[in-house]
């Protein structure tokens, strides 16, 4: 069994101190404010007051420690896991970028190898295909290149290598209507993202299923008086499920104050959207599918253009940032953080809560630096 003493439980609706969590087998078996003595043979971690919560899920997530999940490395998605796990991800989607498709039949086969292996770090059910079904005018820091129009077989082919879950795509394009339902019929999750789109064409996909938002607000049509665009329509249609990069960077702290208390928080779910330059230091440069991009002041931009080519976020700190914003409770918040992710991936009822039968993968997060303490992925204490 593993014990965790001591801790303050920030879970859904619940923000008890002085608790303790016992796992056993992978999952919570309880939670308590009584005292459990430990065994032997238990993994004992005494969280002295900190905020324990569900392990962050980030669907939404490229690269860390100079790797990118569409390098041709395998070892890139086993470096990206281990980033992913130290600020307390214990699931997330590696994010391809627009590239080739032989590119993005090798990511998923680095994918396959890291789970063969038994997912030593954090867990990937799947991956997200960011593109490269995407409006080549709204391809913020995207390889225009390698864009083209939305393909089902495409996605197929890749989804046979490993799991696709979520796919960023521009509804406006040829076929994007459909394309919705195509997903929907592939068991993946179909994203509006990097589009040129009129409310009329989303409402097109919306009718086919189409509920998720990549990147709100970045790389789509903004709110305008008589054409509201993607910005208008996430505010008008509620059941959205709208990903935000909390950096304060990507979004200013007036728009984050806008959509985390204006939007409905159940349908609101925090991403990184993380590029290799994140765990970096300032001044490292890098190609980005063949683009330029270097990190100053923690912002990685474009050098041609000066477009944002994605954060150095950690999950942490955007919780940490909206908190701050809002002064919304952690206890609403952190549904954002795990619960909504894994209620559209399918996991809702065993991932996202620190409740009696859900799976202990769980984070301990300092008050002061809003960094891990302590990671836990199926009861296993793996920071
Ligand atoms: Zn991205």
Redesign the pocket.
């Given at each position: 069994m593993t014990i965790i003493q001591n801790a303050h439980v920030i879970s859904p609706g619940i923000d008890r101190e002085g608790q303790t969590i016992v796992a056993k087998d992978g999952k919570i078996v309880q939670v308590t404010s009584r005292k459990v003595a430990p065994k032997k043979s238990d993994t004992v971690y005494d969280a002295k007051g900190k905020y324990v919560m569900p392990g962050f899920i980030d669907v939404?997530t490229?690269g860390a420690l100079t790797y990118d999940f569409c390098d041709a490395a395998e070892e890139a998605v086993f470096k990206l896991a281990e980033a992913k796990l130290k600020e307390g991800v214990t699931t997330f989607l590696p994010?391809t970028l627009t590239v080739s498709n032989g590119e993005l039949k090798k990511a998923a086969e680095n994918a396959r190898k890291y789970a063969e292996a038994g997912m030593p770090y954090a867990k990937i059910p799947g991956i997200h295909l960011?593109g490269p079904f995407i409006n080549i005018k709204c391809c913020g820091a995207q390889n225009p290149e390698f864009v083209r129009k939305p393909s089902i077989e495409e996605v197929k082919g890749i989804a046979k290598i490993y799991p696709v879950k979520l796919i960023s795509y521009a509804v406006e394009t040829e076929g994007g209507d459909k394309f919705a339902k195509e997903c929907f019929k592939a068991g993946i999750v179909p994203s509006c993202g990097h589009t040129g789109a009129k409310l009329a064409d989303l409402m097109k996909a919306y009718k086919n299923g189409l509920r998720h938002m990549t990147?709100f607000c970045n790389q789509m049509t903004p709110l305008h008086h008589r054409e509201i665009g993607m910005v208008g329509a996430g505010f008008l249609i509620e059941d959205l499920n709208t990903e935000v990069i909390c950096d304060k960077i990507h979004l200013c702290p007036d728009m984050l104050k806008l959509i985390f208390t204006r939007r409905s928080l159940e349908h609101v779910q925090m991403i990184t959207?993380s590029l290799r330059c994140s765990h970096c230091k300032d001044g490292y440069a890098f190609s980005m599918g063949g683009l330029e991009v270097k990190l100053e002041n923690g912002e990685a931009r474009l050098v041609k253009g000066g477009n944002l080519a994605?954060s150095t976020l950690w999950m942490g700190m955007g919780l940490k940032n909206v908190h701050d914003i809002t002064k919304i409770p952690l206890k609403d918040l952190v549904r954002t953080t795990s619960w909504n992710q894994a209620i559209e991936l399918g996991m809702g009822g065993e991932l996202g809560k620190v409740e009696k039968g859900y799976k202990a993968d769980l984070v301990a997060i300092n008050p002061r630096t809003w960094k891990p303490d302590a990671v836990f992925v199926d009861g296993e204490k793996r920071i």
């Open positions: 939404h490229h994010t960011e990147h959207d994605g």
